[in-house]
């Protein structure tokens, strides 16, 4: 596309032009009929922002803190995988930016760079590691301590994934890694899921998942990883308020309100709809933080608004890899940040402390009766 790039539209738009089709399935695709795909972005629309005027917006503060870390902006990245797909440089530019912008990463399990080089690239940048739990919890083990070492604040634990969504673009392509690229995290050419071993008619990765992922995952391993760290711990992938509690009940640090970019379950609400009943659901207890849909600022600000501490974005910080590397991932974070600081002073915010649930509601649609 010719012309300068004014919105996470614009990135998209770029990357499906110049990825090959498959890894922009893969990136790009939802669960089943991917009516959750669609609504994740929507449901933004239906809460409606009231902002307040003649509040000297002349200077704003952007920054605010995760698990106790100080970040330039309630905007991180989240666990993404695979991303030396989208760009050469991969997880090890999308860590640059993130310490150029003075935010969070989350770096997936699945990624094509391993912990050691994530934490190479910025030694001095935020980072947090998205964690499964394997069959063989000497991996998963191995993972977090590795983490430990590496100098990583956090540990994003998955809970919605003891099987992989059923992505029919994922079927249609029969998706694998590209040969030259591999899981970085693991040793074994199974784990690292470049065996190059037919897959059939399915998904390479949904075979992986089945026979690497444990799907007798419950409450009891949450409190075995729990004694296994001191790290902060969040669980990633929570819909329900009676998880939340349970969660907070056992010593979680906090909930990422998650249903995992709607690839996994079709048909499950919008983040953005559950997040007031799982803030309610943690009373203070816990930060919770959202992922699912962010594509602007003003998406940021109603998250806040509705008890959010952070958000986190993944498909736009793939585009933005797609786009120019380091420097276009950069430049998704950028947008967004002016788009949120923005958006604060237009609803009379100085900071995000002022950001709260009297600046929005629900837009209550109305049917005629005729």
């Known amino acids: ?55 000297d917006v002349s200077v704003t503060d952007l920054s605010t803190s995760v698990l106790g870390q100080k970040i330039s902006m309630p905007i991180c990245v989240g666990a993404t995988a695979m991303q030396r797909m989208a760009h050469a440089d991969g997880e090890t530019a999308t860590a640059k930016a993130c310490h150029a912008m003075g935010t969070g990463m989350m770096l997936s399990s699945w990624a094509t760079s391993s912990i050691e080089e994530v934490a190479e690239a910025a030694p001095a940048g935020l980072r947090w590691l998205q964690l499964y739990v394997y069959k063989d919890r000497e991996v998963t083990k191995s993972l977090v301590k590795r983490a ?105 640090n906090g909930i990422l309100v998650s249903n995992h970019g709607a690839r996994q379950l079709d048909g499950v609400p919008a983040t953005i709809d559950v997040l007031p009943e799982i803030v309610e659901a943690v009373e203070g207890k816990v930060e919770v933080f959202l992922d699912g849909g962010i594509r602007r600022g003003t998406d940021v600000l109603k998250a806040l608004a509705l008890g959010a501490k952070a958000v986190f974005i993944g498909r736009p910080l793939i585009w933005g890899l797609v786009y120019q590397g380091e420097a276009g991932a950069k430049e998704v974070l950028q947008m967004l940040k002016e788009e949120f600081r923005l958006a604060m002073a237009l609803t009379g915010c100085q900071s995000v402390e002022e950001i709260g649930r009297t600046l929005i509601r629900r837009h209550q649609v109305v049917f005629s009766k005729i």
């Open 148 to 252: 430990e070492r590496a100098g990583y604040k956090g540990i994003f634990l998955t809970v919605d994934t003891p099987y992989l969504g059923r992505r029919m673009d994922d079927v249609r392509n029969k998706f694998q890694l590209p040969p030259h690229l591999r899981l970085k995290n693991f040793s074994s050419s199974n784990l690292a899921f470049s065996s190059g071993k037919d897959f059939g008619e399915n998904s390479g990765l949904a075979v992986y998942v089945a026979e690497a992922i444990d799907a007798s995952i419950n409450w009891e391993d949450v409190r075995w990883l729990r004694g296994l760290t001191s790290l902060p711990i969040v669980a990633k992938g929570i819909l329900r308020a009676d998880d939340a509690k349970e969660a907070v009940r056992i010593g979680l």
């Open 1 to 55: 596309m010719s012309g300068k790039l004014v919105c996470i539209a614009d990135f998209e738009e770029y990357a499906k032009k110049f990825l090959p089709k498959s890894v922009y399935d893969y990136y790009r695709s939802g669960a089943d009929d991917q009516e959750t795909l669609a609504d994740n972005v929507a449901a933004f629309s239906r809460w409606k922002l009231y902002p307040r005027v003649l509040r």
